[in-house]
């Protein structure tokens, strides 16, 4: 299995931008995550997905953020102006929905607003 | 909110030591996760306690769970080099279904 699957994995664009991350779960499992990482917030839970559906999305820091999961086998996050304030790695894990969730995070996608 | 702190927020030990850390948290809990974080990757899935567990092993690594004090601790024995990189508890708590938090982590560094 390859794993979690996200793109792009570095992305640099400018104030207003839209910004959309991408992420491919493991296939099979039906739990999907996405956190955001910075030095000074550490890992914050920006929203999960069980069975493709938005399940809690107060993480989701404001409006400007938005998550689909159209399929069980691809999930999006769109920032919507970019601001400087939103460069973070963003990650995408997924799990299968059990009791004992256990996570398997992607690589990151590495964002930067000017 | 965070759910787990970590202590301490770094450790620098030599190679062959064991390093420990800890982990609080604030509500009942369903299980507790460790996880490992290299430099610039994801993190990796390393051991789960559950809550009626107070000890648990895999290969160099042991877990204690202690639920009175709502804490836990993480025991890496013989360290080596490759162990450098940043530890994070997670809590599954038992009032919300399926989020697992995470803690501030612990950076660890192995010198060779």
């Known amino acids: 299995d390859a794993g979690v699957i996200q793109s792009p994995r570095h992305e640099v664009t400018e104030m207003g931008q839209e910004v959309t991350l991408r992420c491919k779960p493991i296939?099979?499992?039906?739990?999907l995550f996405w956190y955001r990482q910075t030095m000074m917030r550490g890992l914050e839970l920006l929203i999960y997905?069980?069975?493709?559906?938005?399940?809690?999305d107060s993480g989701m820091p404001e409006d400007r953020f938005s998550a689909k999961m159209p399929n069980a086998s691809f999930s999006t996050l769109k920032i919507q102006p970019s601001e400087p304030r939103d460069s973070a790695v963003y990650f995408c894990a997924s799990s299968l929905k059990d009791r004992w969730r256990k996570l398997f995070f992607g690589s990151g996608t590495q964002l930067s607003v000017l | 909110s965070q759910q787990g702190e970590e202590d301490p927020q770094a450790l620098s030990i030599q190679e062959g030591e064991n390093a420990t850390m800890n982990c609080s948290y604030k509500t009942s809990i369903n299980n507790l996760q460790w996880y490992r974080q290299n430099s610039g990757r994801g993190l990796v899935h390393l051991i789960l306690i559950r809550s009626n567990e107070r000890e648990k092993h895999s290969g160099r690594l042991r877990v204690t769970l202690d639920t009175s004090k709502k804490s836990s601790s993480l025991l890496i024995t013989a360290s080596r080099a490759a162990d450098t990189a940043s530890y994070f508890c997670a809590t599954d708590r038992m009032d919300s279904s399926y989020k697992l938090i995470f803690g501030s982590g612990t950076r660890l560094l192995v010198r060779p």
């Open positions: 997905f069980n069975n493709n559906v938005p399940i809690d």
């Open positions: 296939s099979g499992h039906n739990s």
